[in-house]
């Protein structure tokens, strides 16, 4: 699932922009949300009709979880809980890069060089944006290449060679530069024009870029890295369409996209806004999965899509986005008071302040890991359950669960699972799956006549 997180959600946009632009654009597209707790539903064993046999989903759950090999479950589990040190890494990373900028005074010659150049604040700010982004790029590179090449080769989950990898991390860093010097353009704008209120009217700017990136990216920036073409199986193909005519889905063919090329994990994604909306499934979701496990994946993401699920988290933005920058403001002047005259920084509206803004905000972001993880965790829950009354295939929905447990770890404790995961666990869905078909298990007798009454 893609999120405008994910932006928001579990899909290729995340795997492609990286360190790069979740520190140049991270206070731009802030996408968190408060979290909308799911409560757990206790579960109760079933029966089958004219059968003493009952069916326990508890123990069908543990016995699916017992047929993951002990080594691939420990494999899975040091992926997984590496990624936990990899957020911390990330957030000092970008705080460092932040402070260095500040402290050395490299962000105040470089705005300095931008005003020798140009009389207009416009494009004072364009020009400080391309170094800014270059610099960001170059200083954290040592990081991303080891979070997304060496570390997924190591774990098998990378096919690409570096060449091809540093190919795409280029055309990423041309992307991201596109979008750093519009959003900073336009922030920069709002904060010369309402320099005491800018922290209401970021709120704003930030929801619009968000809103404008979820129906951008999908349709128009993820063919830059893959190739998209009509999936032609009609075994594969006739039943998603069915899924989607059955949900009102305004779509007329499935596509098939080469993440091979890139990555051996499963992926799909329903995406699209105003008459641009798509469904897509990666090739290796072909190859590795069934079909009652492909229409389970694809009946989720629809779920996406039919609960509005981007617009959802667009007014979670808002909300948060708010907070975030209501505190940016009080941060960023309380730091301009003490450090501001070493820093060379004159306001709000000077850009040799935009990595304090960054340090602001990625804390921010650090520190709200897990309301976001919340947030995006429940709206997976919810896409699940759609997922599942639609497809109707709870076996399909715990199965797929396994094998995307070989690089999310199945089993977590519950405070883990709250702070760390922007999914649900693995446990939790097939535990989800395996009450849902206790629900569901036939049972004649609800078919039978109403006794009479008089």
């Given at each position: 699932?893609?999120?405008?997180?994910?932006?928001?959600?579990?899909?290729?946009?995340?795997?492609?922009?990286?360190?790069?632009?979740?520190?140049?654009?991270?206070?731009?597209?802030?996408?968190?949300?408060?979290?909308?707790?799911?409560?757990?539903?206790?579960?109760?064993?079933?029966t089958t009709a004219g059968s003493t046999i009952a069916f326990d989903p508890v123990q069908a759950t543990q016995a699916l979880l017992d047929t993951v090999p002990v080594d691939q479950r420990a494999k899975s589990n040091a992926y997984f809980e590496g990624g936990y040190w990899l957020?911390?890494?990330?957030?000092?990373?970008?705080?460092?890069?932040?402070?260095?900028?500040?402290?050395?005074?490299?962000?105040?010659?470089?705005?300095?060089?931008?005003?020798?150049?140009?009389?207009?604040?416009?494009?004072?700010?364009?020009?400080?944006?391309?170094?800014?982004?270059?610099?960001?790029?170059?200083?954290?590179?040592?990081?991303?290449?080891?979070?997304?090449?060496?570390?997924?080769?190591?774990?098998?989950?990378?096919?690409?060679?570096?060449?091809?990898?540093?190919?795409?991390?280029?055309?990423?860093?041309?992307?991201?530069?596109?979008?750093?010097?519009?959003?900073?353009?336009?922030?920069?704008?709002?904060?010369?024009?309402?320099?005491?209120?800018?922290?209401?009217?970021?709120?704003?700017?930030?929801?619009?870029?968000?809103?404008?990136?979820?129906?951008?990216?999908?349709?128009?920036?993820?063919?830059?890295?893959?190739?998209?073409?009509?999936?032609?199986?009609?075994?594969?193909?006739?039943?998603?369409?069915?899924?989607?005519?059955?949900?009102?889905?305004?779509?007329?063919?499935?596509?098939?996209?080469?993440?091979?090329?890139?990555?051996?994990?499963?992926?799909?994604?329903?995406?699209?806004?105003?008459?641009?909306?798509?469904?897509?499934?990666?090739?290796?979701?072909?190859?590795?999965?069934?079909?009652?496990?492909?229409?389970?994946?694809?009946?989720?993401?629809?779920?996406?899509?039919?609960?509005?699920?981007?617009?959802?988290?667009?007014?979670?933005?808002?909300?948060?986005?708010?907070?975030?920058?209501?505190?940016?403001?009080?941060?960023?002047?309380?730091?301009?008071?003490?450090?501001?005259?070493?820093?060379?920084?004159?306001?709000?509206?000077?850009?040799?302040?935009?990595?304090?803004?960054?340090?602001?905000?990625?804390?921010?972001?650090?520190?709200?890991?897990?309301?976001?993880?919340?947030?995006?965790?429940?709206?997976?829950?919810?896409?699940?359950?759609?997922?599942?009354?639609?497809?109707?295939?709870?076996?399909?929905?715990?199965?797929?669960?396994?094998?995307?447990?070989?690089?999310?770890?199945?089993?977590?404790?519950?405070?883990?699972?709250?702070?760390?995961?922007?999914?649900?666990?693995?446990?939790?869905?097939?535990?989800?799956?395996?009450?849902?078909?206790?629900?569901?298990?036939?049972?004649?007798?609800?078919?039978?006549?109403?006794?009479?009454?008089?």
């Amino acid at each position: 699932m893609v999120t405008p997180y994910e932006l928001f959600f579990d899909g290729v946009i995340r795997y492609r922009f990286r360190m790069i632009l979740r520190c140049v654009l991270l206070f731009v597209l802030l996408c968190l949300a408060f979290p909308k707790l799911v409560s757990a539903q206790e579960p109760s064993p079933a029966t089958t009709a004219g059968s003493t046999i009952a069916f326990d989903p508890v123990q069908a759950t543990q016995a699916l979880l017992d047929t993951v090999p002990v080594d691939q479950r420990a494999k899975s589990n040091a992926y997984f809980e590496g990624g936990y040190w990899l957020l911390l890494w990330n957030f000092l990373v970008a705080a460092a890069i932040s402070i260095f900028l500040l402290a050395c005074g490299l962000s105040a010659r470089l705005r300095d060089f931008a005003e020798r150049r140009t009389n207009s604040k416009t494009l004072e700010v364009v020009i400080y944006s391309v170094g800014f982004i270059l610099i960001v790029a170059v200083l954290s590179f040592p990081l991303v290449f080891y979070q997304e090449f060496i570390r997924e080769h190591q774990y098998g989950f990378a096919t690409q060679d570096f060449g091809a990898w540093f190919a795409e991390q280029l055309v990423g860093l041309a992307i991201g530069l596109i979008a750093g010097i519009v959003g900073l353009s336009v922030l920069y704008a709002v904060f010369r024009r309402v320099p005491r209120s800018w922290w209401m009217w970021g709120t704003l700017v930030a929801v619009f870029l968000s809103f404008i990136g979820n129906f951008i990216a999908p349709v128009y920036v993820e063919p830059l890295f893959n190739t998209y073409k009509p999936l032609e199986d009609p075994k594969i193909r006739d039943p998603i369409l069915a899924m989607a005519q059955a949900n009102e889905i305004p779509v007329k063919q499935v596509f098939e996209v080469d993440a091979s090329r890139q990555t051996t994990r499963v992926s799909a994604n329903v995406s699209g806004l105003l008459g641009t909306t798509r469904i897509a499934l990666n090739d290796n979701l072909l190859k590795q999965c069934t079909l009652s496990e492909i229409r389970a994946v694809m009946a989720h993401e629809m779920g996406h899509f039919v609960l509005n699920h981007g617009a959802k988290l667009t007014i979670y933005l808002g909300v948060v986005a708010l907070i975030g920058f209501a505190i940016a403001q009080f941060v960023f002047d309380w730091a301009l008071r003490r450090w501001g005259t070493g820093w060379q920084v004159h306001g709000i509206a000077d850009p040799a302040g935009l990595p304090l803004l960054m340090l602001i905000f990625v804390t921010f972001t650090f520190l709200m890991t897990p309301v976001l993880n919340s947030i995006v965790r429940t709206t997976e829950r919810e896409a699940d359950q759609f997922g599942i009354n639609t497809s109707r295939e709870p076996d399909g929905e715990a199965t797929v669960a396994l094998k995307l447990g070989a690089y999310r770890k199945l089993d977590p404790t519950p405070l883990e699972e709250f702070i760390f995961f922007d999914h649900p666990s693995g446990r939790a869905r097939i535990q989800m799956a395996m009450d849902w078909k206790a629900a569901h298990l036939p049972c004649p007798n609800l078919d039978a006549p109403e006794p009479a009454t008089n």
